[in-house]
């Protein structure tokens, strides 16, 4: 983490005995239930026990899932998108689709997800015309952190605010490049059978809401779409939660860092009707930080412990998403930004010079005809025979 988040720790844990003696109004546990959203498996989020009526028709049949039911739709193995989180380093996965496109072997996608800065990303990644690619490169290349967020002020801090900042700027700017247009797009898109989701975490519920955004769109309500994108991106603590439905969200990877479009169903599924697809994720961070000693400081200990939790989502994530594509019968393949890129520690800095470079090392690694991995990295989380059994499985 950089100095820009561990200022904004420092000042959360400051204000924070202060702002205990402030009151907030109390709210009442909302039961409303979800019209377009389910849970990663496809249940229902206020009856998980239950599949999700979003998606009755999808698992009707013994052994099928949403996958199986689009590879019956379109008589071929899907293709399957997935864009993590990562704040300002969504300029890598915007660098990566474009050089990706500009190789010829960018697939056109039948479902996409995406998760905080990844949801951001996942509404031109799933259209995917180079006039969509422009608006990628200029979310994430022309931007700044002004164009994100802006200070509350200390008056707000201490009337009981519920985060450090205001997203109002990242609002105007999801309402920029999502329009009516957009929608429209989309909506068509999901009438020949092609899916788009975004996750978010409901915490008052303590779940991961995914949202299919297709039948949003198809409803048109871009109110709710664009309200779903901002509660996705809403990074906890720094940014406001968005309520919907009197429900309370934050960013997506606060509970996971990735969602791949139809994993759920009730029973395993049965192997692909036409052969494997593939699933493409792409991780909007680095697979491997380099030790350094943390120097013991409130603000240094309290970004840094952040730090270490968000990476351990993603890399939970990742295997759980990689086994996932296996019991699908799908290739897994997956990319993140290299090491030596230098992107800096703090994902909230919206800093145009590590914004680019990020875009950049995405564009570059894109060209390469080795840029894929077919595995999750191993971080010690599994034992060795594990591994071994995901290696002689590739």
């Given at each position: ?10 000042a959360?844990?400051a204000?924070?005995?202060l702002?205990?003696?402030a009151s907030s ?12 959203a ?5 249940y229902?989020?206020?009856?998980p026990t239950?599949p999700?009526?979003?998606y009755?028709?999808?698992?009707s ?11 019956r739709k379109?008589g071929?193995p899907?293709?399957?998108?997935s864009?993590?989180?990562g704040?300002?380093n969504?300029?890598f996965?915007a660098?990566?689709l474009i050089?990706w ?8 996608f039948d479902?996409v ?8 990303l ?5 259209l ?8 990628l490169?200029?979310?994430?290349t022309q ?7 802006k ?12 985060s ?11 309402s920029?490049y999502i329009t009516?247009?957009e929608?429209?797009?989309?909506a ?5 059978n092609?899916i788009?989701v975004?996750?978010?975490t409901?915490i008052?519920?303590?779940?991961t809401?995914?949202?299919?955004m297709?039948l949003i769109a198809?409803?048109?309500d871009l109110?709710?779409?664009r309200?779903?994108?901002l509660?996705?991106?809403?990074f906890?603590?720094v940014?406001p939660p ?5 429900h309370?969200?934050v960013d997506g990877?606060?509970r996971?860092?990735?969602v791949?479009?139809?994993m759920g ?5 049965r192997?692909?009707l036409?052969g494997?697809?593939?699933?493409y994720l792409?991780?909007?961070g680095r697979?491997k ?10 603000g240094?200990?309290?970004?840094t412990t ?7 989502s993603m890399?939970?994530?990742l295997?759980r ?5 296996k019991f699908l019968?799908?290739?897994f ?11 800096g ?10 914004m680019?470079a ?8 894109a ?6 991995s ?10 060795p025979?594990v591994w ?7």
């Amino acid at each position: 983490m950089g100095k820009n988040t561990i200022l904004i720790f420092s000042a959360f844990f400051a204000v924070l005995i202060l702002t205990s003696c402030a009151s907030s109004p109390e709210r009442t546990l909302s039961d409303k239930a979800p019209a377009f959203a389910t849970l990663p498996n496809g249940y229902d989020p206020l009856n998980p026990t239950q599949p999700s009526a979003l998606y009755a028709a999808a698992v009707s049949k013994a052994g099928d899932n949403v996958v199986r039911h689009l590879e019956r739709k379109h008589g071929r193995p899907l293709n399957i998108l997935s864009l993590s989180g990562g704040g300002q380093n969504g300029a890598f996965g915007a660098g990566f689709l474009i050089g990706w496109r500009e190789t010829g072997r960018r697939p056109s996608f039948d479902a996409v997800g995406g998760v905080s800065t990844g949801a951001l990303l996942a509404t031109h990644a799933f259209l995917g015309t180079p006039a969509d690619d422009v608006k990628l490169k200029e979310m994430y290349t022309q931007v700044t952190k002004d164009d994100i967020y802006k200070d509350i002020g200390i008056i707000n801090l201490l009337s009981g605010s519920d985060s450090l900042k205001d997203t109002a700027p990242l609002y105007v700017l999801i309402s920029k490049y999502i329009t009516a247009a957009e929608l429209e797009r989309v909506a068509a898109a999901s009438a020949k059978n092609r899916i788009l989701v975004v996750g978010t975490t409901n915490i008052d519920y303590g779940q991961t809401w995914v949202w299919n955004m297709s039948l949003i769109a198809k409803a048109g309500d871009l109110a709710l779409y664009r309200k779903v994108l901002l509660a996705s991106a809403s990074f906890p603590i720094v940014f406001p939660p968005v309520e919907i439905d009197g429900h309370l969200f934050v960013d997506g990877a606060a509970r996971s860092n990735v969602v791949v479009p139809g994993m759920g169903g009730t029973t395993k599924p049965r192997p692909p009707l036409f052969g494997p697809g593939n699933v493409y994720l792409i991780d909007n961070g680095r697979l491997k930080h380099p030790p350094e000693a943390l120097r013991r400081a409130l603000g240094d200990v309290a970004a840094t412990t952040v730090g270490v939790m968000m990476d351990q989502s993603m890399q939970t994530a990742l295997t759980r998403s990689y086994f996932g594509s296996k019991f699908l019968g799908y290739n897994f393949k997956m990319v993140a930004i290299p090491d030596d890129v230098k992107i800096g520690k703090d994902p909230l800095a919206f800093d145009p010079e590590q914004m680019q470079a990020a875009f950049n090392s995405g564009l570059a690694l894109a060209k390469r005809s080795d840029s894929w991995s077919s595995s999750p990295p191993n971080v010690g989380d599994l034992p060795p025979w594990v591994w071994d059994a995901i290696k002689a499985n590739k």
